[in-house]
């Protein structure tokens, strides 16, 4: 049996009322129709509508026991009823209605600035690449109910939307997403080292993430997600797609899952360099493709997090205080899981990896990957890691220009900023194992290479962070 809020309202939320149509392939109207949960399964389903046109999406939480206390039952609902609303930019993109109806949701203010953000920043690459404009039309309408805080409304309304009646106990042990890569490796080992329990969880079904938390030797938490089988109809018809803020998605599940199976802390490994814009548009505009990696998306969806679901959970990245360069210094001490980790954003589908191997070699996280590493291992070593050596092939080399700054704008991936890209160049440069390489020689000859800061700067310099501060005090003790 599901329990939640299903239901198609009668009235329209008007984004804009002055919306000018993008082209005919416009939809008309995007409903949040309902969602649920059924305890006996695990199995979540959040329902969308565009144009009358039904989306289903299910998220399955395995093994999840159905909180006994009232509190925890309703934050879930909470949880649940964001992550409907975050889910929904998957399946509002397809069609970028005119009209958007919130039905059963309540959105107050502060609910309307949060997803306007999400909604117009974390789809600015997908209306880049697909040449569209759609700063005028995304303006989440304030619901006419949503004027009296969340903590003031009465017991009498559905449990999803009830205040904070009673303070969450939730154990102080970690829930931690993993990806496969370096970063989310480092910082479940930091978690560890500090003395914190950590549980790695994923969401998707990545035989490389499960081969790379077994040699952790720890168990994996694996949500699966199943997108709506009309998307894929809707886009082999024609519909728009493209990237979606897919970190925001999967952190308003991973805070499911916490308040399911009992976890404080919800903990990314997102580093300084994600808030760098990737490029400005043509009038100015920031893009940035790690945009729900961002510090900007980190504070936003915390505080969302306390003020629409609960106070007692809290969700922050461990590395944001760290550059690209520092957390490759430190993985490159953790030899143990050099030959299982991959950075390959190629290995990680929707429908499974599109490569044989852990690298492709073609694509910018390889490049980087090469590049961050470089500085702290030998030539062999890298080369025993992905198999080739990038940064001496001429192919590879306006990839190099571009991370570097050179040529082009930075790659839409998540990849370091440009300052530590330059300064690691610099740095192999004057390094005698490296300074022959096709690439390091090439580049060592721009201006821009010789200005860079020292790669030490990088290593050394703190960012602003959102880590809680029993968190900090530990991992500062260790």
Not at 43 to 57: H, K, M, P, W
Not at 70 to 84: D, I, K, P, S, T
Request: hydrophobic content about 45%; overall charge neutral; aromatic content about 10%.
């Amino acid at each position: 049996m599901y329990a939640g809020s299903f239901g198609v309202s009668k009235s329209w939320l008007v984004l804009k009322k002055d919306a000018v149509p993008i082209s005919g392939r416009q939809a008309f109207c995007f409903s949040f129709s309902g969602y649920g949960y059924d305890p006996a399964t695990g199995e979540a389903v959040l329902s969308y509508a565009v144009d009358g046109r039904v989306l289903q999406e299910k998220i399955v939480f395995p093994d999840a026991s159905w909180p006994v206390d009232a509190a925890r039952q309703a934050a879930f609902y909470r949880a649940l009823e964001l992550l409907h609303l975050i889910a929904g930019v998957s399946y509002y993109k397809a069609g970028l209605a005119v009209h958007i109806d919130t039905c059963q949701s309540r959105i107050d203010r502060n609910m309307a600035d949060f997803l306007n953000g999400l909604y117009r920043n974390g789809l600015a690459e997908f209306a880049y690449v697909n040449g569209l404009d759609i700063s005028g039309l995304i303006d989440f309408a304030v619901s006419s109910d949503a004027a009296a805080p969340l903590s003031e409304l009465s017991a009498e309304q559905p449990s999803s939307q009830r205040g904070y009646s009673h303070p969450l106990d939730l154990p102080a042990r970690a829930l931690v997403a993993m990806g496969g890569g370096k970063d989310s490796l480092v910082c479940l080992q930091m978690l560890r080292d500090a003395g914190i329990e950590a549980q790695p969880a994923c969401v998707g079904g990545s035989l490389l993430i499960g081969e790379t938390v077994r040699a952790t030797g720890l168990p994996l938490l694996r949500v699966r997600r199943e997108l709506a089988p009309g998307l894929a109809a809707m886009n082999a018809g024609g519909a728009w797609n493209g990237h979606v803020p897919v970190t925001a998605i999967n952190s308003a599940i991973l805070l499911c899952a916490g308040l399911l199976y009992g976890y404080r802390y919800v903990v990314f490994a997102n580093e300084s360099s994600a808030s760098e814009a990737t490029l400005k548009d043509g009038q100015g505009r920031e893009v940035n493709h790690q945009y729900s990696k961002s510090l900007e998306f980190e504070k936003a969806f915390a505080a969302v997090v306390r003020q629409h679901v609960t106070p007692g959970i809290e969700y922050f990245s461990l590395l944001r205080p760290f550059s690209e360069m520092a957390i490759a210094e430190r993985f490159s001490k953790m030899t143990g899981l050099h030959e299982v980790f991959s950075s390959c954003n190629r290995n990680f589908h929707q429908d499974g990896s599109h490569i044989q191997r852990r690298w492709c070699l073609e694509c910018p996280k390889c490049r980087f990957t090469a590049l961050a590493l470089a500085p702290f291992l030998s030539p062999q070593q890298l080369v025993s890691i992905q198999g080739a050596d990038l940064l001496d092939r001429d192919d590879q080399m306006q990839g190099f220009k571009a991370l570097c700054g050179l040529a082009g704008h930075k790659p839409f991936e998540c990849v370091g900023s440009i300052a530590e890209c330059r300064a690691a160049m610099k740095f192999l440069a004057n390094d005698s194992q490296w300074r022959d390489k096709k690439i390091v020689r090439a580049l060592a000859a721009y201006a821009q290479i010789g200005q860079a800061p020292e790669l030490g700067l990088q290593l050394r310099h703190v960012s602003e962070h959102n880590i809680p501060p029993a968190i900090l005090e530990k991992l500062n003790a260790f």
